[in-house]
């Protein structure tokens, strides 16, 4: 149990659409990731909030954004989904920026795109 | 370009056999290093992490992995398997000193064990 819960397990869009996924970390979990993982592949970063300021960000364009609030939850946002979105998005939360604060990381999402 | 290869994309061992995953990465600074593994549908779980001093780290579940640094590796071991050990494997890098979590993984290894 890491303490990283996201919701939904599961979904299904259609291209052009928009979704939001959320989660939901421990207290004092003041820095959030949120990742891609595409079939076969390794997890992408797409950004990081560290006390809801986004402070890094991947190789994703500006229709995927981010929200992080006080009560240590936080959300992903994409907007006109294509088909290529289609993934596992894995949120990832620690304490601080001290380089011995481990990752914890939720189940994911798993978004389906048709 | 910063990356990670895992040149292995399935391995299968026998259980209560060695292993050995292997890692190499392309890192322009001090590299932090990290292995995690994923079960399936579950989320992702630190093994191991290497950040400086004894190049040899010791981690959970009986896992050990040791940086080279004139191979830029940073392979992972197991003197003996388990069954429970089925999962999938990915290491990362990470900037030195800085955010773990703007990380870069490898693809992953895909480990299978045999009774």
């Known amino acids: 149990e890491t303490g990283v819960t996201q919701s939904p397990t599961h979904l299904i869009k259609t291209r052009g659409q928009q979704v939001t996924l959320r989660c939901s970390s421990q207290s004092g979990h003041n820095t959030v990731s949120w990742y891609q993982q595409a079939l076969g592949q390794g997890p992408q970063f797409i950004f990081q909030y560290y006390r809801e300021e986004e402070n890094g960000r991947g190789n994703f364009p500006p229709r995927f954004s981010g929200l992080q609030f006080p009560n240590y939850s936080s959300e992903l946002n994409v907007n006109a989904l294509e088909l290529d979105d289609s993934a596992l998005y894995l949120c990832?939360?620690?304490?601080?920026?001290?380089?011995?604060?481990?990752?914890?990381f939720g189940n994911g999402t798993r978004l389906t795109v048709t | 370009a910063q990356s990670v290869t895992q040149p292995d994309i399935h391995i299968t061992v026998s259980e209560g056999a060695s292993l050995e995953l292997r890692c190499n990465y392309s890192?322009?600074?001090?590299?932090?290093l990290f292995w995690y593994v994923q079960s399936p549908g579950q989320g992702l779980q630190l093994l191991l992490k290497?950040?400086?001093?004894?190049?040899l780290v010791q981690g959970i579940k009986g896992f050990e992995a040791e940086f080279k640094r004139s191979q830029s590796s940073f392979n992972l071991r197991k003197p003996s398997v388990h069954w429970s050990d089925a999962a999938e494997y990915f290491c990362?890098?990470?900037?030195?000193?800085?955010?773990?979590?703007?990380?870069?993984f490898g693809k992953g290894t895909k480990l299978s064990v045999k009774p």
């Open positions: 990832a939360s620690r304490t601080d920026e001290g380089r011995n604060s481990p990752l914890h």
């Open positions: 890192y322009g600074a001090t590299p932090y």
């Open positions: 990362a890098v990470g900037p030195y000193g800085g955010s773990q979590g703007n990380l870069i």
């Open positions: 290497y950040f400086s001093g004894d190049t």
